[in-house]
């Protein structure tokens, strides 16, 4: 075998062992790659785990972002007044800096754009806290690409945006309150109104109404807080038969000085009294008496609003007669049922004539329960039946003959001598109108009669005493006019009186 061949065989035989080391490799690899269970990306061929793309982790995020559609930069809205955060709709909270609360605020604000991912983890990250801004880390999930779940970290920046909330708004502009008890009657006169203030005065109910609005038919009593509103609705429902709707206490009408005409079913229920009274009194019930039998009842608003009844006049109807002559009753029986009579009235039978008829002989019969005040030649205010169109359901179904021509309210007196030697005055609340005119200064002083006129009705008033007017007492003056005594009035106190001097005068730096 020559040298030629022999080289040619080593040649053959190197080149063969190359190719089955190289075959050898290839195994060891293919061997080694499925003992791992690992694939080759499809893009890079970087072995990797296998997964349903057949790519990797840095093959898959240059083909699909996840974060897609979801804001990277987001406002924020900030109260500086309050230091609260609005949660939409109209929700005002707060939260702390790197709170849970300011950490649930901010993913709301970008929850409807992360419907189709996962949220896995969220935290904040530092930022300046003067910067407005504020910092979050997310990690999401997301199935992409035939099923492969792929997770991505990104960093949201949430921009304070200062705004002022409705709470402050309303501090700035003065007119900060959240619950309003709204007062109605549906009458031509404030009598109720009058009282009502006194009431709320004497209990110091108004030291927590933010604000007090006079307004046509009404009072607004404005609130910061619903809790102090229901305590005056709780209070005027103890104070005076009234309706509640929602937060208005609405009164229906002031009976006082009016005439009234009941059902026969509440008349029999009160122990067959008239059906035409009088409405003496309103407190936290309703005051009848029966101008006829002296026979008195009280009516709670249960009561009247199962069986409402109207005013058939208003005080402004009443109409001036004289006294031309008085018999007083003396032994007046009740039937079988009656219920109980007043002590503090006197039944009469009297003869009366209009001080504006005085050119005629038209005289009027009535009974009164006024027997005890009136003599011959008085005064006396009251309701003329006689001559007057009334529509009243109940009073148009009764027999004529049991409707009265006249009824008889109160004894008249010189009212200009009254406001003279008066020397006492009441408490005003401090609210928004437009202040008294003539008719309301003459429904006051009306209001003001009744007190001296009803000793009852005094005790649920403060009533102070008057140090600027010094009274003159003179024999002409006395008409017999009710007074208020001295030992009912109270001093009233003033900054000055509480200091010994001068107020600011007690005050230090």
Known sequence: MSLLQIISILTFFNVLLKCVSV?????CIMYSVYSNSQNLCCTCGVPIPPNPANMCVACLRTQVDIS???????????????????QPPGTWVQCALESRELMALCLKKIKSSMTKVRLIDA??????PHSKRIKMKLTIQKEVMNGAILQQVFVVEFVIQSQMCDDCHRVEAKDFWKAVVQVRQKTVHKKTFYYLEQLILKHKLHQNALNIKEIHEGIDFYYGSKQHAQKMVDFLQCTAPCRLAVVKST????????????????????????????????TSTIHLIDPNTLQIAEVDGNTYWRNPFNGLCNPRQLEEFIVMDIDIIRDQKLGAGAGMRSNKHTLAEVWVQKTSEMDSNQQYYCRTFLGHLLNIGDLVLGFDFANSNINDEYLNKMNPHHVPDVVLIKKSYDRSRRIKRRNWKLQELAREGD???????RQYQDFLEDLEEDEALRKNVNIFRDASKIPVESDTDDDGAPRVSLTEMLEELS??????GEGADMMTD
């Not at 202040?435 to 200064?441: K, L, N, W």
């Open 23 to 27: 075959y050898i490799f290839c195994l």
């Open 123 to 128: 935290s904040f990250l530092w930022t300046e």
């Open 251 to 282: 009164f229906s009408f002031y009976l006082g000085d009016s005439v009234v005409c009941l059902s026969p079913r509440l008349a029999q229920s009160l122990g067959n009294m008239g059906q035409v009274c009088v409405c003496i009194r309103v």
């Open 435 to 441: 202040g008294m005119d003539t008719d309301d200064e």
């Open 495 to 500: 900054l000055t009186d509480a200091t010994g």
């Open 68 to 86: 897609e559609g979801i804001p990277k930069q987001v406002t924020v809205h900030f109260c500086k007044q309050c230091e609260r955060y609005l």
